[in-house]
Nanobody, 119 residues
């Protein structure tokens, strides 16, 4: 079984910082890309940032310059450092890990971690 587990969410004041972590584990799991997505109540899930095993990154315009995604390939772990947080960043943040399980490529979702930014 492949498992994706997020941690690090919480309550922070506007302008503050949080770092989220996501660890993926499983049999014969070779990560190609990992990313963060978020979903606020009544809203669709949206892309936050992604990072490939080769360290190519992609950020949503709303977080560019404030969030930094990084990874530890050996641990199949991805992080997002979130600075200058705004109330609009409040959402459940989900981690997604895509890679090879055996010879097949697929992706897996974590359970989500709540981030709440107060004004």
């Amino acid at each position: 079984q492949v498992q994706v587990v997020e941690s690090g969410g919480g309550l922070v004041q506007a302008g503050g910082s949080l770092r989220l972590s996501c660890a993926a584990s499983g049999r014969i799991f070779s990560i190609v890309v990992m990313g963060w997505y978020r979903q606020a109540p009544g809203k669709q899930r949206e892309l936050v940032a992604t990072i490939t095993s080769g360290s190519s990154t992609n950020y949503a315009d709303a977080v560019k310059g404030r969030f930094t995604i990084s990874r530890d390939n050996a641990k199949n772990t991805v992080y997002v450092q979130m600075n200058s947080l705004k109330p609009e960043d409040t959402a459940v943040y989900y981690c997604n890990a895509g890679g090879y399980v055996g010879s097949w490529y697929r992706d897996y979702w974590g359970q989500g971690t709540q981030v709440t930014v107060s004004s």
